[in-house]
Every structure is written in structure tokens, then in C-alpha cells.
């Protein structure tokens, strides 16, 4: 079958840094990106790895490591609107279409 | 911007009715994707398409068809709805690897 896991719930304060893992398990790979949803929005699209490493969008950086099936979403200097699920999602295979994590949950502190 | 719009925010629906979800978009992207979101599961895969009348299942076909006459529109039909198709209906569109969401039907099926 095919999975991603990653972890259902995570909590940190403003200003802080918080990671976000995400395992995979499918039969094909070309890539993990990371999408978040607000309550009641739509996913939006934040970043995409292809090949291994570290990609760096503003506050948001994102890791993946093809031998381990493993990435990471880092989020850095939290804000108050950064409170959102947050998703992995892997293209398999060259149709793009996206099997997704079920997703983490992200509540952010003052 | 892309934009992606989906024909109805809410509906209400009672089983066994035909129920027709829309989906246009405006950036002539090739795939279009229909997905349904339930709380704890993400986003999951009902069907997609890369091409003008093509269409693939996804991981969830059962109950559903779709239909793409035109580029830009990707259309989700229930043929007979049910209770269990009570959720949140997404539909995106992409060129490559980023997808671009609408902002969703929530159905309820009575």
C-alpha cells in the first residue's frame, strides 16, 4: 500500500521554531511537497522537493531524504497566523497527481 | 493568479438524487483533480485528468464519474448520492507538480 505519516498534532509558541516530519511509503516517488490549510481555506501550496536537501522559502524551509522516505517541514519564527494543518503530499509518478498525509495540526501560542 | 472555482460553497443534497459538482479554471492547466477531504484522513484522490476527455481513477472512484469536455472545466458527478458522500470536495488544477485548490464544496447528503 502506499502511507504517509506524519504527526497529528503540534503545538509551540510564537517566535519559536517547530518541525513537522513526514515518512513515505509509496511505489513510485517523484517528489514531497508541503501544503496548509486554515480552517475553512483552501490548501495552498508551500513548497516542493525533488531531490535531496534543504529548500528555503522566507520562514518556511523545507528537507527531504530519498534514501531515509523522509522530510521535513520547518517553520521558523512563528507567527499567530501560522495556526493551520499543515500537509505532506507525494507525486508518485509523472501525472502529478498528489497522495496525501493526513495531515498536522499546528496551534501556535502567544 | 490562478484561479480555480467550484460552482457551489455549500450543498445539500437527499440520497439517491444525481448531484453534479463544477470545477473551472483559468490558467490552462492540462491536469484537473477531484479530491474529498474528511476530518483524520487528508485529502484523498477521487479522480483526475490530463487531457480534454480523459479521466483516471484515483483511490476512491466508487460512486463517482467525472467529466472534462473542455479544458477548463472538470466536472464531479455523484450518480447516486449517498450518505457516506457526505464531505468536503476539492478540486485543483496544476501544469506540474504545484496544484492550485478551489475553495471547496461542502456537501451533505440527507
Known amino acids: 500500500g502506499q502511507s504517509l505519516e506524519q504527526p497529528s498534532e503540534v503545538t509551540a509558541v510564537e517566535g519559536a521554531i517547530v518541525q513537522i516530519n513526514c515518512t513515505y511509503q509509496t511505489s513510485g516517488f517523484y517528489g514531497l511537497s508541503w501544503y496548509q490549510q486554515h480552517d475553512g481555506g483552501a490548501p495552498t501550496f508551500l513548497s516542493y522537493n525533488g531531490l535531496d536537501g534543504l529548500e528555503e522559502t522566507g520562514r518556511f524551509s523545507s528537507f527531504l531524504s530519498r534514501s531515509d522516505s523522509y522530510g521535513y517541514l520547518l517553520l521558523q519564527e512563528l507567527q499567530m497566523k501560522d495556526s493551520a494543518s499543515y500537509f505532506c503530499?507525494?507525486?508518485?509518478?509523472?501525472?502529478?497527481?498528489?497522495?496525501f498525509g493526513s495531515g498536522t495540526r499546528l496551534l501556535v501560542r502567544p | 493568479d490562478v484561479k480555480v472555482t467550484q460552482s457551489s460553497r455549500y450543498l445539500v443534497k437527499r440520497t439517491g438524487e444525481k448531484v453534479f459538482l463544477e470545477c473551472v479554471q483559468d490558467?490552462?492547466?492540462?491536469?484537473m483533480f477531484w479530491y474529498r477531504q474528511d476530518p483524520g484522513l487528508g485529502l484523498r484522490l477521487i479522480y483526475f485528468s490530463y487531457d480534454v476527455k480523459m479521466k483516471e481513477k484515483g483511490d476512491i472512484p466508487e460512486g463517482y464519474s467525472v467529466s472534462r469536455e473542455k479544458k477548463e472545466r472538470f466536472s464531479l458527478i455523484l450518480e447516486s448520492a449517498s450518505t457516506n458522500q457526505t464531505s468536503m470536495y476539492l478540486c485543483a488544477s496544476s501544469a506540474a507538480y504545484e496544484q492550485y485548490f478551489g475553495p471547496g464544496t461542502r456537501l451533505t447528503v440527507t
Open positions: 490558467m490552462d492547466h492540462e491536469n
Open positions: 503530499a507525494v507525486i508518485g509518478d509523472s501525472s502529478y497527481k498528489l497522495i
